[in-house]
């Protein structure tokens, strides 16, 4: 069977086993069988079923006993859930959910991020909202009751928190990381997703695109930009930290002039980082850098599209002297307002500066004659 094929009929499998997930349904079956104040001390220890994630301390002053007991009934509590994870009187709906996050892990390549996985499960199954309490009790399910199955990762500088199978070496997440990183600086600039991931489908001719792109999404070393860029997290492309390298993304991803209070929004909108960006500061720097060229009143673009600097006689002068014939004074206007996001009438006005434009005898419009002397 063709890889690809065999990569979209395993997936489809995961898919229809993330469906059948029942997490609240495990949850209360396990849970059935504790004491009433088992079941409280852990609903408050680790915030579930909606409720605030509590600490020892304010836990026993709930229920009047030492920090100490409280934690020898979680633990107590615990293993009683371990052991009954294994019961055959709650199989039916332990089982399938077990089952099908093992298979969700698995068809990801064995490691998992942790908001990753969440998102898997949200989009194939019944569950919507975090805010319902569900996420805290898979969570809860994985990191304490399927130890000897699922490894919570921990995150380190080099990668986020996450979900591994535990037969699964980490140096096969390592391996895939450290060719993307190669990749990349061997292309030196941010890649487009396409051919970001076929790059890495030729090194990794036995992983599918999803296992990848897992793999990637684990590492902090390696993001994606707001164009859907792939890079290096440290380039200013990928990760912008001043505000000129906002403004850029920005309009580059919007694709026309904009306003700058626009671009202003959409920064802080975009969430690039914990910092508000403010008009003034962003104004300023499209002012002051040549890379950006006021088009309008406020409304600046990316020189790069080809807009010229200068006011609208500029403009005007620089498409007459390309010119090989005097234009049409509509021909003109059309012309303007490729560069410039102005008035008709302020076109018309800035044509009858006789200094820099000479108007022909059939109407149409040349440089002024002194103004091609010094040309």
Known sequence: ????????????QVN?????????????ALFSRL???????????????????????????????TRERVRQIESSALARLKELVRDASVRDVVDPMITSTVHLIEGHGGIINRQQLWEVICEHSDTSSPDSGVRQALEFVLEHLLGDRI??????????EGWKLHFF???????????AIAVLEA????????????????????????????????SKRIRKNVLGQWGLHHWNVIAPRRVNDKIYLILKKEGKPLHFNDITQRINETGFDQKTAYPSTVHNELILDKKYILVGRGIYALAEWGYTPGVVSDVIAEILSTSPAPLHRDTIIQEVLKRRMVRKSTIVLALTDRSRFDRTADGRYQLAQTVKAQG
């Open 1 to 12: 069977m063709d890889h690809s094929i065999l990569d979209k009929v395993m997936e489809a």
């Open 16 to 28: 229809e086993r993330a469906s059948h997930l029942q997490i609240p349904e495990m949850l209360d």
């Open 35 to 65: 004491t009433s104040r088992e079941r409280d001390i852990l609903t408050r220890r680790f915030g579930l079923y909606g409720q605030q994630q509590l600490t020892l301390k304010d836990i026993g002053s709930q229920f009047a006993i």
């Open 151 to 160: 490894d919570a990762l921990a995150e380190t500088k080099d990668r986020h």
């Open 169 to 179: 070496d980490i140096e096969g997440w390592l391996k895939t990381v450290t060719s």
């Open 187 to 218: 292309h030196a600039a941010p890649m487009d997703e396409p051919i970001f991931f076929r790059s890495l489908s030729d090194r990794h001719p036995d992983h599918s695109e999803s296992v990848i792109r897992s793999h990637i999404r684990l």
